[in-house]
């Protein structure tokens, strides 16, 4: 079964760091482009990073550039979202997303393009940076 599962998300304070993963099973990570989303409650959802799978060349939206970092680790066939500096802000789900053909730019962070798109989504991981 192709599946993506993340995890690590949870309350953390402001200012604050989360180490968010996107583990795969059934299919290898090394052939796929992967990009993060987050969605808060009620709210529409948003493109944070993306990792290519050619060469790990990495895309960041402006919102989160410098505060977020976007990594694979080959060998335990997962991807990575580091979060620095975490402002206060409703509590979001942050999901990963996955597709072997989407080149890893502004498109593949792009909802509406990412929706339509992307192979396969994981199931989400809720972060809440409040004090």
């Known amino acids: 079964q192709v599946q993506l599962v993340e995890s690590g998300g949870g309350l953390v304070q402001p200012g604050g760091s989360l180490r968010l993963s996107c583990a795969a099973s059934?299919?290898?990570?090394?052939?796929?482009?992967i990009g993060w989303f987050r969605q808060a409650l009620g709210k529409e959802r948003e493109g944070g990073a993306c990792?290519?799978?050619?060469?790990?060349?990495?895309y960041y939206a402006d919102s989160v550039k410098v505060r977020f970092t976007i990594h694979r680790d080959h060998a335990k066939n997962a991807v990575y979202l580091q979060l620095h500096s975490l402002k206060p802000e409703a509590p979001a789900v942050y999901y990963c997303?996955?597709?072997?053909?989407?080149?890893?730019?502004?498109?593949?962070?792009?909802?509406?393009?990412?929706?339509?798109?992307?192979?396969?989504w994981g199931q989400g991981t809720l972060v809440t940076v409040s004090s």
């Open positions: 059934g299919f290898t990570l090394d052939y796929y482009g």
């Open positions: 997303a996955a597709d072997q053909l989407l080149f890893c730019d502004l498109g593949f962070i792009n909802p509406d393009v990412a929706d339509r798109n992307l192979e396969v």
């Open positions: 990792i290519s799978s050619s060469d790990s060349s990495t």
